[in-house]
T-cell receptor, first 112, second 112 residues
Framework: DQQVKQNSPSLSVQEGRISILNCDYTNSMFDYFLWYKKYPAEGPTFLIS?????DKNEDGRFTVFLNKSAKHLSLHIVPSQPGDSAVYFCAAKGTSYGKLTFGQGTILTVHP | DSGVTQTPKHLITATGQRVTLRCSPR?????VYWYQQSLDQGLQFLIQ???????AKGNILERFSAQQFPDLHSELNLSSLELGDSALYFC???????????FGPGTRLLVL
């Protein structure tokens, strides 16, 4: 039972344009959501997060939107840069302790 | 650099053997988490320790065990290894009361 889903295995975007990565979840007990970026042979790097009491959080080029009624969140990267090319994971945390439930990841490729 | 260190970086061993993976959390972080990333399963939560005590358990096999020591470093012990245990093992840490987990670079385990 996959509680966090990233339905797009890959996304290709031109440099300077917007990248939109999507994530859906099924567990209504999730109250905190995070996005991680991962390069090959490295650990996931924290990007940005959002609490369930908010619907938007922004940090530089990265913005995360949360739609609780649709159980959907998205990460917007604008403008996209070639260095953003990596695997992006959506993760969710429930109310009990610190376990993160991850999506399967989306490979983002930003072309120069 | 997240500040979380893991050793060794790579480990090659044979079926039936036992290995120990080590993790040092970021300075001041009391919580340590272990995750497994295999090709077909994505990132799966194994276990969490907080200040030396087990806090939460995920999909951790009985052949696997972990502990957190007084200096807060943690070890994940994998025994009676099987081919299917080949994976990347990540450690993460977080500050007490904060949601964001910071990941180490991982240990790549190959069981032959």
């Amino acid at each position: 039972d996959q509680q966090v889903k990233q339905n797009s295995p890959s996304l290709s975007v031109q440099e300077g344009r917007i990248s939109i990565l999507n994530c859906d979840y099924t567990n209504s007990m999730f109250d905190y959501f995070l996005w991680y970026k991962k390069y090959p042979a490295e650990g996931p790097t924290f990007l940005i997060s959002i609490s369930s009491i908010k619907d938007k959080n922004e940090d530089g080029r990265f913005t995360v939107f949360l739609n609780k009624s649709a159980k959907h969140l998205s990460l917007h990267i604008v403008p996209s840069q070639p260095g953003d090319s990596a695997v992006y994971f959506c993760a969710a945390k429930g109310t009990s302790y610190g376990k993160l439930t991850f999506g399967q990841g989306t490979i983002l490729t930003v072309h120069p | 650099d997240s500040g979380v260190t893991q050793t060794p970086k790579h480990l090659i061993t044979a079926t039936g053997q036992r290995v120990t993976l080590r993790c040092s959390p970021r300075s001041g972080d009391l919580s340590v988490y272990w995750y497994q990333q295999s090709l077909d399963q994505g990132l799966q939560f194994l276990i969490q320790y907080y200040n030396g005590e087990e806090r939460a358990k995920g999909n951790i096999l009985e052949r696997f065990s972990a502990q957190q020591f007084p200096d807060l470093h943690s070890e994940l012990n994998l025994s009676s290894l099987e081919l299917g245990d080949s994976a990347l093992y990540f450690c993460a840490s977080s500050v007490a009361g904060r949601q964001t987990q910071y990941f180490g670079p991982g240990t790549r385990l190959l069981v032959l």
